[in-house]
């Protein structure tokens, strides 16, 4: 199957600083990658869409200029965290739509953001 | 109003104790309805996806069914490495997502 991967997998970081995380697709290119936060004992929650060369979509409640999105290329989506605070702990997981195919998305392994 | 709904929120079966978890689901146009594994602290891993009513899938002990209104996941003899969150996903016809809240399943060796 698709194989996407996320770096980093775990991150601690102080409050009020930024943090980026990777999402990559590694064996398949991917027009539209997707991000979700997930809360302990919790379902995913999408945040927003990504677009390979276009703005994201964001889902109702979620700050753009807080958790700001670019898809630079087919194989790469970007998401960082800008000045982040404790309630933005959580594990966020990206998901890739394979090119041309139906609508499977394929999940990285997710990354676990700690703000102290 | 789409939605989707999984059922039992957890389940502990005995090794070799057959089972199935059941996704029901409300959407306006149904394109497709995807079966995950979540291990604790991972992503989820892509394990069906089924398109119309009457369609079915088989991988391993898993085997996937289709209605108009629900979904089942039917393990067969499982195993304590069968563990996990099981995740059930709709997408509805205006392209949107819709994740229920998860089949925590826990086989007892």
């Known amino acids: 199957g698709a194989v996407v991967s996320q770096h980093p997998s775990r991150v601690i970081c102080k409050s009020g600083t930024s943090v980026k995380i990777e999402c990559r697709s590694l064996?398949?290119?991917?027009?539209?990658m997707f991000w979700y936060r997930q809360f302990p004992k919790q379902s995913l929650m999408l945040m927003a869409t990504s677009n390979e060369g276009s703005k994201a979509t964001y889902e109702q409640g979620v700050e753009k200029d807080k958790f700001l999105i670019n898809h630079a290329s087919l194989t790469l989506s970007t998401l960082t965290v800008t000045s982040a605070h404790p309630e933005d702990s959580s594990f966020y997981i990206c998901?890739?739509?394979?090119?041309?195919?139906?609508?499977?998305?394929?999940f990285g392994p997710g990354t676990r953001l700690l703000v102290l | 109003e789409d939605q989707v709904t999984q059922s039992p929120e957890a389940l502990r079966l005995q090794e070799g104790e057959s089972s199935s978890l059941n996704c029901s689901y409300t959407?306006?146009?149904?394109?497709?309805l995807f079966w995950y594994r979540q291990d604790p602290g991972k992503g989820p891993e892509f394990l069906f996806t089924l398109y119309s009513a009457g369609e079915e899938k088989e991988k391993e002990r898993l085997k996937a069914t289709l209605t108009k209104k629900e979904s089942f996941l039917h393990i067969t003899a499982p195993k304590p490495e069968d563990s996990a969150t099981y995740l059930c996903?709709?997408?509805?016809?205006?392209?949107?997502?819709?994740f229920g809240t998860g089949t925590s399943l826990t086989v007892i060796p």
């Open positions: 996903a709709v997408q509805a016809g205006g392209n949107q997502f819709y």
């Open positions: 959407v306006s146009g149904l394109r497709g």
């Open positions: 998901s890739a739509r394979v090119f041309g195919s139906q609508e499977t998305q394929y």
């Open positions: 064996d398949f290119q991917a027009t539209t």
